[in-house]
C-alpha cells in the first residue's frame, strides 16, 4: 500500500460546479498535511495547510479525519483556471523525516 | 530574493557528460530537499539536507549523482556521465526546519540528454 493515495482523475467538472478530491494516508503518526497545486510544466505551488479543525480559504475548504486517515479538498464554483493537478503532502517521522508526496488528481474545469 | 532560486533553468546535454544543477533555497530555511520529476509522472525523493546533519541520500537513483550544500546556503546536484533516462525536471524545495511548514519549491531545471 502506498503511503499516501489519490484518485489519479482527471475530474472533468463544468464551471461553477463543485468539486471534492480526497487523499488517504497510512502512517497514523503522519503530523502535518498540506494541499499543493502543480499547472503543466510547472512547479507544485502551496495552495493549503489542513488544519485539525478544517479551514477554508476563498473557494478552498480542506478538512482532516485522522480517525480514518484521510485529507479532503473541496472546490466551490469551479473556475477555468482552477485546472491543474492537487497534490497531497503528508510529512512522517518513520525512521526519518520526509514531505510524502501523492501522485496528483488531475483536474479539467470545463467552458 | 523572496523564493527558492534554481540555475540553470534548462541544460540540455549529449550523453555522458557530468552536469551540475545549483539550488539557493529562501533565506533562514535550514531543511533543503532535491526532487525529479519525469514528464506525466509524480514527485520522485531525491535527497534531503537538515543544518550540518547528515543528509539523507535514500533517493539517489545511483552513484552517478551526488549532491553538496555547505551549512545552510546553495546546494548542488551533480550527475555523472548523464544517460537519457536521467532526462527530466529536477526540483529544488526548502521549508523553515524539518517538519516545520511547507516546502517552497523553485522553478526547477529541465535537463535533456540527447
Known amino acids: 500500500r502506498k503511503e499516501v493515495e489519490q484518485d489519479p482523475g482527471p475530474f472533468n467538472v463544468p464551471e461553477g460546479a463543485t468539486v471534492a478530491f480526497n487523499c488517504t494516508y497510512s502512517n497514523s503518526a503522519s503530523q502535518s498535511f498540506f494541499w499543493y497545486r502543480q499547472d503543466c510544466r510547472k512547479e507544485p505551488k502551496l495552495l493549503m495547510s489542513v488544519y485539525s479543525s478544517g479551514n477554508e480559504d476563498g473557494r478552498f475548504t480542506a478538512q482532516l479525519n485522522r480517525a480514518s486517515q484521510y485529507i479532503s479538498l473541496l472546490i466551490r464554483d469551479s473556475k477555468l483556471s482552477d485546472s491543474a493537478t492537487y497534490l497531497c503532502?503528508?510529512?512522517?517521522?518513520?525512521?526519518?523525516?520526509?514531505?510524502?508526496f501523492g501522485t496528483g488528481t488531475r483536474l479539467k474545469v470545463l467552458a | 530574493g523572496a523564493g527558492v532560486s534554481q540555475s540553470p533553468s534548462n541544460k540540455v546535454t549529449e550523453k555522458g557528460k557530468d552536469v551540475e544543477l545549483r539550488c539557493d533555497p529562501i533565506?533562514?530555511?535550514?531543511?533543503l530537499y532535491w526532487y525529479r520529476q519525469r514528464l506525466g509522472q509524480g514527485l520522485e525523493f531525491l535527497i534531503y539536507f537538515q543544518g550540518n546533519s547528515a543528509p539523507d541520500k535514500s533517493g539517489l537513483p545511483s552513484d552517478r549523482f551526488s549532491a553538496e550544500r555547505t551549512g545552510e546556503s546553495v546546494s548542488t546536484l551533480t550527475i555523472q556521465r548523464t544517460q537519457q533516462e536521467d532526462s527530466a525536471v529536477y526540483l529544488c524545495a526548502s521549508s523553515l526546519d524539518r517538519g516545520m511548514g511547507p516546502q517552497h519549491f523553485g522553478d526547477g531545471t529541465r535537463l535533456s540528454i540527447l
Open positions: 503532502v503528508v510529512t512522517t517521522t518513520s525512521g526519518t523525516y520526509k514531505y510524502i
Open positions: 533565506s533562514g530555511h535550514t531543511a
